[in-house]
């Protein structure tokens, strides 16, 4: 099993509508978990962290369920700029290593 | 600006030709890191540094080598790269003691081997 799974996508939206993404971790140890964005062929950037008592900004709501061991993002109001790969990331317990999952990509249509 | 570069952006080169990539940031940051990202598998670590001089193998260090000499410099080595190492290289540097996992990314280097 992969230590970060994520449906590859893609998701293709229209503008204004709602679309969430899932991911799973196999480590229940696991501390800190994070959703980076990835242009195409650009590098990752941090979108945001994903704390225990779920957080918002802006358009976007990410969630924590740490029986389940998994993570979602939630993005509002899609735009156009939105398009790109939204990677999930979970840190390896009792280390600062990051574990990438393959990423989704999202596709916002006019 | 804070930033991470990598140099080059782009390299074609041959079996067995070695290669260094370069990566350096101005951040001040301790840890910095190698990765490589291919079609369905993701990032995949190859190796890291927590500090000066100190290096440690990610999860696919095979084939590469990493020196730490200065904080701000974390050069890549391919010493006789193949062409299974053509792919996209990310470095990326962080600083865990601020409390945080977040790790600034350089803008990417694409590597071909034939």
């Known amino acids: 099993r992969k230590e970060v799974e994520q449906d590859p996508g893609p998701f293709n939206v229209p503008e204004g509508a709602t679309v969430a993404f899932n991911c799973t971790y196999s480590n229940s140890a696991s501390q800190s978990f994070f959703w980076y964005r990835q242009d195409c062929r650009k590098e990752p950037k941090l979108l945001m962290s994903?704390?225990?008592s779920g957080n918002e900004d802006g358009r976007f709501t990410a969630q924590l369920n740490r029986a389940s061991q998994y993570i979602s993002l939630l993005i509002r109001d899609s735009k156009l700029s939105d398009s790109a790969t939204y990677l999930c990331?979970?840190?390896?317990?009792?280390?600062?290593?990051?574990?990438f999952g393959t990423g989704t990509r999202l596709q916002v249509f006019p | 600006e804070a930033q991470v570069t990598q140099n080059p952006r782009y390299l074609i080169t041959v079996t067995g030709k070695k290669l260094t990539v370069t990566c350096s940031q101005n951040?001040?940051?301790?840890?910095m890191s190698w990765y490589r990202q291919d079609p369905g598998l993701g990032l995949r670590q190859i190796y890291y540094?927590?500090?000066?001089?100190?290096?440690d193998k990610g999860d696919v260090p095979e084939g590469y080598k990493v020196s730490r000499k200065e904080k701000r410099n974390f050069p890549l080595i391919l010493e006789s790269p193949s062409p299974n190492q053509t792919s996209l290289y990310f470095c990326a540097s962080g600083d865990p003691s601020a409390g945080n996992n977040e790790q600034f990314f350089g803008p990417g280097t694409r590597l071909t081997v034939l």
């Open positions: 540094s927590m500090n000066v001089e100190v290096t």
């Open positions: 951040m001040n940051h301790e840890y």
């Open positions: 990331v979970v840190t390896k317990p009792n280390t600062d290593k990051l574990i």
């Open positions: 994903v704390y225990s």
